[in-house]
């Protein structure tokens, strides 16, 4: 007659079996120098962590620049109206050197 087996004695044998592959892979995986190359792949990480960093910081100053360079400047829109205005100015200049008989540099 067969041995009973008690769910205990199931669990223990389940056991067993997840121990031996966990054995068996840890074998494996040293001889395939997965940690090694595991360890390289974090090196390279590292780097492309401080090159990221990197960017980042520059990426930041040139926020910076470009922040204080629109600051300084004057866009065509503006420019047009102060070139009309200038233009406008100057008309009116000429005709109250006309008017006045004023001789003009020009």
């Given at each position: 007659?067969?041995?009973?087996?008690?769910?205990?004695?199931?669990?223990?044998?389940?056991?067993?079996?997840?121990?031996?592959?966990?054995?068996?892979?840890?074998?494996?995986?040293?001889?395939?120098?997965?940690?090694?190359?595991?360890?390289?792949?974090?090196?390279?990480?590292?780097?492309?962590?401080?090159?990221?960093?990197?960017?980042?910081?520059?990426?930041?100053?040139?926020?910076?620049?470009?922040?204080?360079?629109?600051?300084?400047?004057?866009?065509?829109?503006?420019?047009?109206?102060?070139?009309?205005?200038?233009?406008?100015?100057?008309a009116r200049v000429k005709?109250?050197?006309?008017?006045?008989?004023?001789?003009?540099?020009?």
């Amino acid at each position: 007659m067969a041995k009973k087996i008690t769910i205990e004695d199931l669990a223990l044998m389940v056991q067993r079996g997840f121990d031996e592959t966990a054995k068996k892979f840890d074998e494996t995986a040293k001889k395939a120098g997965v940690d090694k190359s595991f360890d390289d792949v974090n090196k390279r990480f590292d780097g492309v962590d401080k090159r990221f960093d990197n960017i980042d910081g520059q990426l930041h100053e040139i926020r910076k620049d470009m922040s204080e360079i629109r600051k300084n400047v004057v866009y065509r829109d503006e420019f047009d109206k102060l070139m009309f205005e200038f233009g406008d100015l100057m008309a009116r200049v000429k005709y109250l050197e006309q008017k006045s008989g004023i001789q003009s540099g020009k």
